[in-house]
Structure formats: C-alpha cells, structure tokens
C-alpha cells in the first residue's frame, strides 16, 4: 500500500511542540515534496483551467476568454487550486456557450466574495430608497436574498445603464447567447 498525503501546517514545528506524533510524521514521511502555493505559479494557471474544465464539463469543451484567464492571473488563490476549481465550476454555471467570458468570471468572483465575506447580499448593498432605483430596475421579489439569479440581474441591471450598443453585441461582450439576455432582460421587465 502506498498513502499520498498533504497538509499546509508546519509538522516539524507541530512535532517540536509535541502537537503531532513523532512517529507518525516518520512513517508518513518518506519522501517529502514542497509543492509551491497556485500564487507562487501562474505559469501553471493556464494548464489547470484547462484541465479542470475538461474535468468539469467534459462534453463542452469549454475555453476561458483572453480576458477571463488575465482576471484570473490577478487572483490571489489563497485556498490553491481548490478555490480556482470551485471559481471554474461557478463560472460554467454562470456561462452560456462554449467560450467563458469575463463577465462570468467576474459573476464567479463576485459570488465568491460574499460567500467569503460571510454577509448576505442584503447586508452588503444599500436599500432601493437609497440608491433610488425605479421598481422596474430592481430583481423581482420573489428570489431568494443573495440568489444567483438576484445577483446576474443586479449585475446586468448596471450594464445596461450606461450600454449604447445593440443586443447582440451585449451577449457578445457578456459572453452569453442572445437568447439567454433576453430571458434576462424579460426577468427585468425590459423584453
């Protein structure tokens, strides 16, 4: 039998101050290797996206946006390649076609730091009053707080305040078919 092991703690320092057994550190010790942290590697960050795509959706064969894969370079990957896979599988739940664009990277994220951040949708954005936003622009009621719907909304409430271009070019740029911003847009009360 052979065992694979890991751990992000420090076990020579846990067996100095008797928190981790001696002999155990011993017998799972045999051939130690220091992988670096995902951050102290970015040059490896394209060939795990891909990976883990192919992994995550093996039919699709999905392919990250220039774009996508700069915003992703930029991301501090404190939990490795656990984090960047769980951002991966988000953005493919918020994409729609082959190609994964920006926006849902930034859709990704975004959720990701309000799951981080422990606080509610809610909590963190100001009331309608306050921003004074019409009924029409707000999400509809009847999605739960902090939803993923609630938020892709929100999210697209806010680009198309200030779009002057055709719908076509907006699911373009957002990197979802025509047919699903429309779906979007209906949700708004805009179609």
Known sequence: MRIVSATHR??????SSGQFREDLYHRL??????????RERAE?????????????????RLKLS???????????????????????ERAIVLNDGTLIGIEAVQWALALDRDLLSGRSEQ????TAT??????????????????????????LRERLQ???????????????????L???LKALGWA
Request: proline residues 7%; contains cysteine.
């Open 162 to 180: 200030d779009w002057r271009g055709t719908r076509t070019e907006l699911a373009r740029e957002l990197g979802i078919s025509e047919r699903t």
């Open 29 to 38: 010790c045999t051939f130690p290797i220091r992988l670096p942290a995902l």
């Open 10 to 15: 420090d076990l020579h320092q846990m067996v």
């Open 44 to 60: 490896d960050l394209p060939l795990l996206a891909e990976g883990l795509l192919r992994r995550l959706a093996p039919r699709n």
């Open 130 to 155: 306050d921003r004074e936003e019409s009924p029409a622009e707000m999400p509809r009621d009847d999605m739960p707080q902090g939803s993923l719907q609630r938020l892709q909304l929100r999210h």
């Open 182 to 184: 429309y779906r979007k």
């Open 66 to 88: 220039a774009e996508a894969m700069a915003l992703l370079h930029q991301q501090p990957f404190h939990g490795n390649v656990r984090e960047l896979r769980n951002l991966l």
């Open 123 to 126: 909590a963190s954005r100001q």
